[in-house]
Structure formats: structure tokens, C-alpha cells
């Protein structure tokens, strides 16, 4: 009996293995296309190229640390779960400490009035509050914020596509309204970047005590809700030799789930460096370029939106005929990034709701998340997870709207479960 | 005899939602509940809002994407 029993476990490990191995060569394949695109690209054009390479990284670290934005938020609200909002706090926290050290020494002398060039230093006004709470609506609605649904659709995700297809549109009427906004109130918004009241270091202690406090709060929300037990693993096997070993290792890395604290830290990172590369991370306004460009194909030219050009973070980004610029191959890289990332952790599956009502909500909440973030000037990375690190105010204001329409987002989709 | 749930197919967050009303519908005597999932953040979700239901959680790679989460009542549930 012992016998058939160690046959039948020495049977599922080889079929596992072979698996693992499959997922591997598969895996090695589209990283192989990858880094092919990466060396044409760089002759084309080297800022292309870099894009390309920060956008592989973003996105194989969302799908390998199930990373969500609006999953930090909901997940608070619906389950009392705080393991996604620790993850964005740390991130948030370790880019906060490398934007301001670049913006100090972008902006050495605050008495100037000037403002750093690139960080998302945005106008803080109604629009910030509407859009954050179209947004905070819409995400939890789709199931998934811009980049969680970014990732998803690498993964195979139908219902993030149509999320995707829901953004443009959204994206498309913010564009047809941007005028109205601009003169109503984008205008005519202050934009308070916070180390002209209170220094460089008093800003960012600041934000460190702020981010602190929420986090504090986030364990009280978790503790009022019950224990909080770690994420359950599957059962491991013995390991046998080195090779058991390696391959358990290899498991950690590319197959199982990354520890949220690493994956919030390398987005955080990534963020420092982009942003010192170039520019913050945010893309919403280069896919709202693609929605005035297909539109524009189709006959349906938006109005030139006024007051972009001065303005950073996630505006509009003006059709200036160009097919492709390095947002595009941000974009590009992170979704094949996580589809490279999740055919090695063989976690890539067409997946098509299994009710009707799920595409309307994915179609409906990007609507939602379109048009908040078009007028929001970002979504949960542009308008939120670089903004604060900005150490501007309209990031503040941004993420409690974003919590208030993510608490009322979930009481929508209690009703349609 | 264990009841079974399959949310193949969900979108977020429905896995977890339906999971938890599922095991707050269990009776006394059902000692078992087995959710069939192919959402990787049901793995990291599920855990705590079983436990805190009195319930352990083992969880099963099917392979494909999918995996089976065992949700068992503990002996000395609150």
C-alpha cells in the first residue's frame, strides 16, 4: 500500500514537474521576443527602448505580486483585509523618500516658486474630487483599476479587455469635455506642492507620518475585523537533492504569489527610477491619446484641450500624428511583461465571466474610470501612486475621494453578486 | 460530504465574496467546503476571511491556472 501510494506522489511530481518545465520553455520564449524588442527598438530610438524595459518590469512585478490598486481600497471596505493597502503604503513610502530627494535637487532654492518640471504637481480642485470618485466607483465595479486591469489582460482576462475597451470611451468623453473643465475649474486650481510651506524634509516627514497613520489605521480596520492569518500555500514536497531544491526555488520566484511588501517596495522603486530617468509612472494620458486618434480616424476629431502643455502627470497627451511615442512602449511592455510573468507561472488562462452581467460591469466601471481619470488628470498611478510621492496635495485629495467612491462602489457590486 | 462552489470564470472580487456567504450558509453539520477557482488573489484573501469564520485553509494546485481551496471547519470554532 505504501508502495502505490509513493508511486502515485512520484507520479503527480513528475507530471508537475514536466508542467513547471513546459511553463519554463514558454516562458524563456516570451522573454526571448522581449528582449528582441528591446534591442530593434533601441536603434530606433533608445528613450523608446528604456520604456519598454521599465514597462516589462511593471508589469511582470503587478501580475507576480497580484498587485491591485483597487483591490487595496476594496478589499478594506468589503473583507476588512488590509494586505494590498500595506503593500501601496510601502510603495508609496519608498517613493515618496526617492522623489524627494530628486525634486531637491531639481528645486534647490524653494524661494524661486518654482515647481519640479516633471513631477505630478496637478491643479487641485472639483475635478480632482469628481474624478477621483468616478474612479473609486469604477474600479471596484470593473473588478480592477487601469493598472490591475492592464496586468489582468496579460494574464487573459476577457473581462479587463472589455474593461480596457470601457476606459478608452470613458477617456474619449472626459476628452470632448476637457475644455469645459479647463475654464471651470482645472484653470483656475491652485497647485500646492508641499515642500514651499514646509521645506524639502518637513514635506517628506510629513508624508512619512501620513502614510504612517494610515497604516495604523489599516491594522485597527483589520483587528476590528477579525485575526488576519497569512496567505495559505500548497502543501510542499520533500526535497530530496539540489535539484529539488533549485526547483522549489524557482517555484518561490516564478510560480508562487511574491510577498506584497516586495512587490509594493519594487513598484516604489521602479517609480524612483523612472522618474529619474524621465517622468513619473502613469499612462492614461497617453491612452487617451489612442481614443482621440481612433475617434479622430472615425471622424469624430476631439477639440484640442487647452492647457496641456503646461501641465505634468497624466494630461492628454495632443495627436501629433505620431503612431508611437515611449508611453506607448510603457504600455506595450507591461503587458507583456505580465504575460511573460504569468506563462512562466503558468497562471496565463482565457478566462470569460462566467455571468453576462460581469462584461457590463467591467464595460460600465471603465467608463467610470475613463472619464474620472481624464478629468483627474491620472488614475491610481498617475493622480495617486505618483502623486503623493510628488508631495503634492491634489494626491492627498485624490486617494480619500478614491476611498469614498471605492466604499461606495461596494455596495454596488453586493447587490449584483 | 463536502459542499462545492465553483467560481471558475469570476471577476474579482466575487471569488471572495461568494466564498464567504457560502460558508456562512454551511450548516452545523457540513464540515467542508471545496472552492474550485482560477483567480490567483483568491489564494491570498480566502485564507483570512476562512478563518475568521472558524475554518482552515489547504489549498490544492489543479494545474491550468486553477486551484482547489479545502476550507474545513476547526474542531473549536468560536
Given at each position: 500500500m505504501a508502495t502505490n501510494a509513493a508511486h502515485v506522489q512520484a507520479g503527480l511530481t513528475s507530471a508537475r514537474n514536466a508542467g513547471a518545465t513546459r511553463d519554463a520553455l514558454r516562458a524563456i520564449a516570451a522573454w526571448s521576443v522581449a528582449g528582441l524588442v528591446l534591442l530593434l527598438v533601441y536603434r530606433i530610438d533608445t528613450q523608446f527602448a528604456r520604456f519598454w524595459a521599465f514597462g516589462l518590469a511593471f508589469g511582470l512585478v503587478l501580475q507576480r505580486g497580484r498587485f491591485c490598486f483597487a483591490s487595496a481600497f476594496r478589499d478594506l471596505f468589503l473583507l476588512g483585509h488590509g494586505r494590498n493597502m500595506k503593500g501601496v503604503l510601502l510603495g508609496l513610502a519608498i517613493a515618496s523618500i526617492g522623489f524627494a530627494i530628486v525634486m531637491a535637487r531639481q528645486v534647490p532654492f524653494l524661494d524661486s516658486g518654482f515647481l519640479p518640471p516633471t513631477a505630478n504637481v496637478l491643479p487641485v480642485g472639483m475635478h480632482t474630487v469628481l474624478g477621483a470618485l468616478l474612479f473609486g466607483v469604477g474600479m471596484v465595479?470593473?473588478?480592477?483599476?487601469?493598472?490591475?486591469?492592464?496586468?489582468?489582460?496579460?494574464?487573459?482576462?476577457?473581462?479587463?479587455?472589455?474593461?480596457?475597451?470601457?476606459?478608452?470611451?470613458?477617456l474619449l468623453a472626459a476628452r470632448f469635455n476637457w475644455n469645459w473643465w479647463w475654464e471651470t475649474s482645472i484653470s483656475r486650481s491652485p497647485l500646492i506642492w508641499l515642500p514651499n510651506s514646509l521645506g524639502h524634509a518637513g514635506a517628506l516627514v510629513v508624508t512619512l507620518l501620513a502614510l504612517g497613520a494610515v497604516f495604523v489605521a489599516v491594522l485597527w480596520i483589520e483587528r476590528r475585523a477579525g485575526m488576519v492569518v497569512p496567505a495559505a500555500r500548497p502543501a510542499d514536497e520533500m526535497s530530496n537533492s539540489v535539484a529539488d531544491d533549485l526547483r522549489s526555488l524557482g517555484r518561490t520566484v516564478f510560480v508562487r504569489g511574491w510577498p506584497i511588501l516586495i512587490a509594493g517596495a519594487a513598484l516604489g522603486g521602479l517609480n524612483v527610477l523612472l522618474f529619474t530617468s524621465q517622468e513619473p509612472w502613469?499612462?492614461?494620458?497617453?491612452?487617451?491619446?489612442?481614443?482621440?486618434?481612433?475617434?479622430?480616424?472615425?471622424?469624430?476629431?476631439?477639440?484640442?484641450?487647452?492647457?496641456?502643455?503646461?501641465?505634468?502627470?497624466?494630461?492628454?497627451?495632443?495627436?501629433?500624428?505620431?503612431?508611437?511615442?515611449?508611453?506607448?512602449?510603457?504600455?506595450?511592455?507591461?503587458?507583456?511583461?505580465?504575460?511573460a510573468g504569468a506563462l512562466g507561472a503558468g497562471e496565463f488562462k482565457l478566462r470569460f465571466p462566467a455571468q453576462p452581467v460581469r462584461y457590463v460591469q467591467s464595460a460600465s466601471g471603465g467608463v467610470l474610470m475613463g472619464y474620472g481619470s481624464g478629468i483627474a488628470m491620472g488614475c491610481t498611478i498617475g493622480a495617486f501612486f505618483s502623486s503623493i510621492p510628488s508631495l503634492a496635495i491634489n494626491g492627498w485629495v485624490f486617494a480619500v475621494f478614491l476611498g469614498v467612491g471605492a466604499w461606495i462602489g461596494t455596495l454596488i457590486i453586493r447587490?449584483?453578486? | 460530504m463536502a459542499k462545492t462552489l465553483d467560481v471558475r470564470g469570476e471577476i474579482c472580487p466575487y471569488p471572495m465574496m461568494r466564498t464567504v456567504s457560502e460558508l456562512k450558509k454551511l450548516t452545523a453539520g457540513e464540515q467542508t467546503l471545496e472552492v474550485v477557482t482560477d483567480h490567483a488573489p483568491?489564494?491570498?484573501t480566502i485564507p483570512t476571511q476562512a478563518a475568521r469564520l472558524g475554518f482552515a485553509t489547504a489549498i490544492e494546485e489543479v494545474g491550468g491556472s486553477e486551484w482547489r481551496l479545502v476550507l474545513t471547519r476547526k474542531e473549536n470554532a468560536s
Amino acid at each position: 500500500m505504501a508502495t502505490n501510494a509513493a508511486h502515485v506522489q512520484a507520479g503527480l511530481t513528475s507530471a508537475r514537474n514536466a508542467g513547471a518545465t513546459r511553463d519554463a520553455l514558454r516562458a524563456i520564449a516570451a522573454w526571448s521576443v522581449a528582449g528582441l524588442v528591446l534591442l530593434l527598438v533601441y536603434r530606433i530610438d533608445t528613450q523608446f527602448a528604456r520604456f519598454w524595459a521599465f514597462g516589462l518590469a511593471f508589469g511582470l512585478v503587478l501580475q507576480r505580486g497580484r498587485f491591485c490598486f483597487a483591490s487595496a481600497f476594496r478589499d478594506l471596505f468589503l473583507l476588512g483585509h488590509g494586505r494590498n493597502m500595506k503593500g501601496v503604503l510601502l510603495g508609496l513610502a519608498i517613493a515618496s523618500i526617492g522623489f524627494a530627494i530628486v525634486m531637491a535637487r531639481q528645486v534647490p532654492f524653494l524661494d524661486s516658486g518654482f515647481l519640479p518640471p516633471t513631477a505630478n504637481v496637478l491643479p487641485v480642485g472639483m475635478h480632482t474630487v469628481l474624478g477621483a470618485l468616478l474612479f473609486g466607483v469604477g474600479m471596484v465595479v470593473a473588478g480592477g483599476c487601469v493598472s490591475g486591469s492592464l496586468y489582468r489582460m496579460g494574464e487573459g482576462y476577457a473581462a479587463s479587455w472589455v474593461a480596457f475597451g470601457g476606459l478608452m470611451v470613458g477617456l474619449l468623453a472626459a476628452r470632448f469635455n476637457w475644455n469645459w473643465w479647463w475654464e471651470t475649474s482645472i484653470s483656475r486650481s491652485p497647485l500646492i506642492w508641499l515642500p514651499n510651506s514646509l521645506g524639502h524634509a518637513g514635506a517628506l516627514v510629513v508624508t512619512l507620518l501620513a502614510l504612517g497613520a494610515v497604516f495604523v489605521a489599516v491594522l485597527w480596520i483589520e483587528r476590528r475585523a477579525g485575526m488576519v492569518v497569512p496567505a495559505a500555500r500548497p502543501a510542499d514536497e520533500m526535497s530530496n537533492s539540489v535539484a529539488d531544491d533549485l526547483r522549489s526555488l524557482g517555484r518561490t520566484v516564478f510560480v508562487r504569489g511574491w510577498p506584497i511588501l516586495i512587490a509594493g517596495a519594487a513598484l516604489g522603486g521602479l517609480n524612483v527610477l523612472l522618474f529619474t530617468s524621465q517622468e513619473p509612472w502613469g499612462f492614461t494620458g497617453e491612452v487617451g491619446r489612442w481614443s482621440g486618434e481612433l475617434a479622430a480616424m472615425l471622424g469624430a476629431t476631439p477639440p484640442i484641450p487647452l492647457g496641456v502643455g503646461e501641465l505634468p502627470g497624466c494630461v492628454f497627451v495632443p495627436s501629433d500624428g505620431s503612431l508611437a511615442n515611449h508611453m506607448t512602449f510603457m504600455v506595450g511592455g507591461m503587458w507583456a511583461g505580465s504575460f511573460a510573468g504569468a506563462l512562466g507561472a503558468g497562471e496565463f488562462k482565457l478566462r470569460f465571466p462566467a455571468q453576462p452581467v460581469r462584461y457590463v460591469q467591467s464595460a460600465s466601471g471603465g467608463v467610470l474610470m475613463g472619464y474620472g481619470s481624464g478629468i483627474a488628470m491620472g488614475c491610481t498611478i498617475g493622480a495617486f501612486f505618483s502623486s503623493i510621492p510628488s508631495l503634492a496635495i491634489n494626491g492627498w485629495v485624490f486617494a480619500v475621494f478614491l476611498g469614498v467612491g471605492a466604499w461606495i462602489g461596494t455596495l454596488i457590486i453586493r447587490r449584483i453578486a | 460530504m463536502a459542499k462545492t462552489l465553483d467560481v471558475r470564470g469570476e471577476i474579482c472580487p466575487y471569488p471572495m465574496m461568494r466564498t464567504v456567504s457560502e460558508l456562512k450558509k454551511l450548516t452545523a453539520g457540513e464540515q467542508t467546503l471545496e472552492v474550485v477557482t482560477d483567480h490567483a488573489p483568491a489564494l491570498d484573501t480566502i485564507p483570512t476571511q476562512a478563518a475568521r469564520l472558524g475554518f482552515a485553509t489547504a489549498i490544492e494546485e489543479v494545474g491550468g491556472s486553477e486551484w482547489r481551496l479545502v476550507l474545513t471547519r476547526k474542531e473549536n470554532a468560536s
